[in-house]
């Protein structure tokens, strides 16, 4: 195959200078990439869509009747499963696993690590001489749990844990082992993951929306919660990753020039996929399919060397276990074709940010989703009572939802480019404001908007409502987008769980109380309908405050929401305090999510984690200065010194050589002070006891204090100093060279 060839003032820099240089090693290597063929199983992709997963259908066609009813029956209704159907589960994924090549198997879950984990156990029985997998060990296995944050709840010496089967995702064949979707506990029973406090979550939605939709239509038996999670990421050159010390530890560039050419032509967006990109993403999405993820939308995204996949919805546990899996395939694949995906929330300053739009809607068993409207009386008034419900739940723990995608890495993003700030608003449209203004008012003001486009709800007080009443607003961080709320502020790294029990459980707790004052009513005497609209007509009233359709970046919003009382937390440990309250640990207490011990743990996870963040950072910010940035400007500064004493010998004005040399001193100075000052400060809050208020002295005087500073003297270093010595990978290079 050709090898492609980057443009010439490139190759002569290759060819002529510093070969030895890593930067310049990493250019050569890129200019002799070759693409990577990739060929599908089959030209269509419904032939080999699931063919690793073992799933409903794969049950169906393995159980025997009695037993696949049993265990359809189970999933639906969130059952324990017996220990003889779990014998007959296990022998026939043992059968199907086995026949396509598997050796192993795995408990594959989720700990607050922020990935997944897992531990590969044989097939095969030496002592027995014969392949076996008993249900006991599909339904149960136990990891060592020593090593993964607990937040107290287990010391290091303390290593029992237990993972679990969680039936209602199904096992998938990853390689040659057969992967099994688990929770993981530890021995006294605490959850030490991201899954049990999701799946506890559902059930609480289920149950919630269950009884309000039974107000409405005694058929309806279950609700679904549903996902679909816009993933963002940017793809550059392996070699270039691995010549920025930075992308490797951090995830992240600490430095980085603005280039000339950034994301300001907006050509970007939409616009045709590179062909190693390309090449990557159809061998990507292959193994997807192949894995029953159904990865449907790719794109360029608007920042240079960043794109987005979007999957079909799903129930929301097995969307997110989906999206966890997808992101360690799209890893592995990248590999095969010489290029590194970043999943960093802000991996390059100045650029969009990466974030995980959560679309979230309620689907009730008979297929009606909760939040799109129709053309019958009856079903409008249940999408008012889930919009409204939803909206007055965001308003009363909008500090939750802020807590729950609260990130070391989130908060590089949050607020500019296209990011939604800290502040927490719901967008809706400006039909649907004038809907729910007319209802709080009990008017009949007619919403023109041409013809055809009103379904009446049936109730003279209740104006009506129009289809795809909302334009989208990049600004909200949850907005309403026609059928369903986008969540926009959940980060591109982050897991969905986190941010998905938060949601659906202030909404499974607005509907309890919802159903209580609808029943309130009633008692009183009063109509059913009418108990409904009067409790809606409260909620819109108390939950006007939140919702917000202008410019989420502008300094008015920011002085109007603090008028409002809405939070504005830009930074992980105080948003994590919002988890502290009593409000909130009653709440998850409450429906039974999480104790009020397993809520604290899991904040001292994050707030540890935050701090080791910040901690590596700031190690690599001082590595590369010192080791790297330094020296080089040094070394620059003495060329410029020989040149500036050539120039005064011959008599000629040296004032512009010498003013450069001013210059690098000065930002060497600041660097040089203000990292031994940043060594220092680690030093002192590494003293400090209480987590929480170690990880506050990280974020105000380490991450607040200097990182910006350093970073403005080194980027400017990198304007001063000849190109040919620079030693770090330029931004021009890493997003624009492929």
Known sequence: ???????????????????????????????????????????????????????????????APAVFKKVASAIKNHEKIDEATADAVASAAKSWA????????????????????????????????????????????????????????????????????????????????????????????????????????????????????????????????????????????????????????????????????????????????????????????????????????????????????????????????????????????????????????????????????????????????????????????LFLTFFVTTIKAVHEHGDLLRASIATAANDFRLGANEAPPAIMSVFIGSQMSAVLDELEKKGNVKIEKGDNMYMKLGIDQIPEIILDATDRNRTSPFAFTGNKFEFRAVGGSDNCATAMTALNTIVADQLEKFFESVNKEIEKGEEKRMAIVNVLRKYIKESKDVRFEGDGYSDEWVKEAAKRKLGNVKNTPRALEAYLTKKSADLFERHGIMSHKENEARVEIRLEGYIKRVQIEARVIGDLVMNHIVPTAINYQSKLITNANGLKGLGIDNKAVVQTIKEISGHIDTIKTNVRAMIEERKRINKITDTHKRAVAYCDDIKEKYFDVIRDSVDKLELLVDDEDWPLVKYRELLFLR
């Open 1 to 63: 195959m050709k090898k492609r060839a980057i443009f010439a003032p490139f190759l002569r820099q290759i060819n002529h200078y510093h070969m030895s240089h890593l930067r310049f090693e990493a250019l050569k290597k890129l200019n002799e990439r070759e693409r990577v063929p990739v060929e599908a199983p089959a030209s269509v992709v419904s032939k080999f869509f699931g063919e690793n997963v073992f799933g409903i259908e794969q049950m169906r066609a393995t159980l």
């Open 98 to 381: 086995m026949s396509k090549g598997a050796t192993h198997f795995t408990h594959w879950f989720q700990p607050m690590t922020g990935g997944t984990a897992e531990k590969h156990d044989s097939f095969f029985d030496a002592l027995a001489g014969i392949e076996k997998f008993k249900g006991s060990e599909l339904v149960q296995q136990e990891p060592d749990a020593s090593s993964f944050p607990s937040g107290g709840i287990r010391s290091t010496f303390e290593a029992r844990g237990y993972t679990a089967w969680d039936p209602t995702s199904p096992m998938f064949l990853y390689g040659k082992t057969l992967s099994i979707p688990t929770i993981f506990v530890s021995y006294t029973g605490e959850t030490l993951d991201t899954k049990s406090p999701l799946l506890k979550a559902l059930k609480a939605v289920d149950l919630a929306a269950t009884k309000v939709c039974q107000l409405f239509d005694k058929d309806i038996q279950h609700v679904t919660a549903s996902l679909g999670p816009e993933q963002e990421y940017f793809v550059v050159d392996k070699a270039l990753f691995m010549a920025r010390p930075d992308l490797v530890m951090a995830g992240r560039s600490v430095f980085g020039h603005a280039p000339a050419r950034g994301q300001q032509m907006e050509d970007h967006y939409f616009g045709s996929i590179p062909g190693r990109v390309y090449d990557f993403m159809k061998e990507f999405e292959i193994e997807c399919w192949r894995l029953g993820i159904p990865v449907r939308t790719r794109h360029n995204e608007v920042a240079p060397s960043q794109f987005e996949v979007a999957p079909l919805f799903e129930d929301v546990n097995v969307a997110n276990d989906h999206n966890q899996l997808m992101m360690d395939v799209m890893g592995r694949v990248a590999e095969k074709h010489n290029l590194k995906v970043l999943f960093h929330e802000k991996p390059f300053a100045g650029l969009n940010g990466t974030g995980k739009h959560n679309n979230w809607s309620l689907i009730t068993d008979s297929g009606i989703n909760l939040y799109a409207p129709s053309s019958s009386a009856r079903d409008n008034l």
